[in-house]
């Protein structure tokens, strides 16, 4: 329990509130876009219907590099990131490290998809954030990322955006922390009977409560990852090496002693999987070969945290021999406590360290911010409901959003659903979202009531959550038994979840709906 | 261990919230039986599977065990008893 003086919890109070009311929508779509693509993975394999059987890495790699570093120009050996993608196929990126004039260090070079049989699927040119847009297998997953991430807001505006949103779910977290006098008294207290302003403030503050210690995590370690390219790296780059990043770059990551430049066959990489496979028991998640082709080589595979651990371990080998070097850390050449902060700030952002367990947490705790910020908004405008009648057109849009953005990111699924058998799925999938939004705010400018709309919005959730997997089967995608038959389980556990919340969205709504026609009328004071 | 640990503390949020004196009165439920020295047991037991995690220097387990308990506390804490009206 902490105590304030009274005139600084007022305080507190206005910062918690008004911070909450002005970003909080916002908020609001990037943690509901972050708690669904803690899933992004399992979603772009459940939506394409995606059943190989094997990881990109259990294949050889060795003559798809050779055969694509012949056809790409020598500038673009400088580096080469190799990575799966949709379907078990092989993402390569042969790049070269460049200057923009911003002074900001980018990619430039020739990226190649290849699939299991080894052919080339797609190749384009370009700097890294062209080559890496959607495509039509993960067009869904990348729009969810994509609005996570900088809510489509073109950079470096989008990352600073989220950023800020970040700081302000951190200021809502410690503001919350020293209003509530009463923090673990109420932990349990929901007063269902009490005035609609103590109902809604003690649904908040009960799971506000609950989830503060990851509201600190999550959005300390979200603003981080928005703010480390676009303020951090530059801010330290011209403090220390007058604004170039390069130099930067260089200064955290190792570098070979004498350098190289005799030409050699990197063939390697297969034995460098297998041995880093050998010593983490698990594929490398990334692999980036440096210098490829030279006798300086040099290959870093990229591990999920081992088991019991939340830091991603980094193992360095010599390309030319395929050697193990050492185990380095994320920055730097030796351990240090920031380079291990830094290597912990994805997978505590992520969930992503302990499997599809630690992921479903996260889930959950995404569920639960995302409740805290709509009730939160709710609070405020109950209590300044009697005061300012004309926020009216505020609580639709709270609601409009709310239950709308869940409802828009579902007709992008089904458009996503729809047009993958097209191949336009790249176009379709924000186009089926801003068709959902817009169904929405109509809605939420015509319905008469306020009840109505949200009554309406919950039952199309409802209707699509249950009609989605059978969207799915209808569109070409796997059954159950061929999606279990390939070891892909999640395919079907995703379509149980959603028939699960939908046949529970309903099953509440029709309870709802029965004992609202059942409740003896009775009059209202106005009346 | 690491389910066992989720499933001890959540047995043990569900005992805290049952005793809990405020969410009795709130719901015009007769006040707890239980003392308060017996709720502060409850309490220690309840984070005790955290320190034990934290001791065996398993991260991973103890941000799954704290996730969960945080998640399955809020959920305890849904639950209605008889006489409390449907949200």
Known sequence: MIRL?????????????????VLGLLLYAVVLTGMTAVFAKEINTWSSGHVAQKSAFERPIDDSLQALAARTPAEFHEAVDVFEIADGNLGLFFHLHEAAPSGEVIERGVYYEVDSAGDVVREKRGIGEEVFGPSNDDALSHFLIDTHVQLHVPEPWGLLLTGILGLAMLVAAVSGLLIHRHLFKDIFTLRRKASPVLVNRDRHSVAGTWSLPFAFILAFTGSFFSFYGTVGVPIVAMAAFGGDEQAFDDAVSVKPEKPDSRPHLTGTVNQIIADARARTGALPTFVLVERFGRADAQVTTYQDPEPGSIEPLTLVYNGATGAYERTTPS???????????????????????AGVASKAVWYGLGFAMCYVTLTGLRLWLVR???????????????????????????????????AVPLGSAVVWTPAAFLIGSAISIVAGVA????????????????????????????????????????????IVAIDIALILSGVWLLIRMITAQRSDNTAPVSLQPAE | MQIAAIFFTLAMLTLLWWNDPKRRRAEGAPAAAQPLTLRRVYLIAALLPGAVLALRSDAAAVFVWLGSCAIGGWLVSQIRTSGSDPL
């Open chain 1, 447 to 490: 319905l008469p009531t306020h009840a109505l709309l949200v009554t309406v919005h919950k039952f199309a959730i409802g209707g699509l959550l249950l009609g989605l997997p059978l969207i799915r089967l209808a569109t070409g995608g796997p059954g159950w038994t061929s999606a279990l038959m390939a070891r892909q389980p999640m």
């Open chain 1, 5 to 21: 003086p009274r005139q600084e919890t007022k305080l507190m109070v206005a910062i918690h509130g008004w911070s909450g009311i």
């Open chain 1, 384 to 418: 300044r409901r009697e005061s300012i009648p004309t926020l009216a057109w505020l609580e639709r849009a709270v609601t409009v959003i709310g239950f709308g953005l869940p409802l828009a990111l579902l007709t992008a699924a089904v458009g996503f659903l729809c």
């Open chain 1, 331 to 353: 920055i730097g050449a030796k351990p240090s406590l920031g380079g291990t902060l830094t290597a912990i700030m994805e997978p505590l952002h992520f969930g992503n360290f």
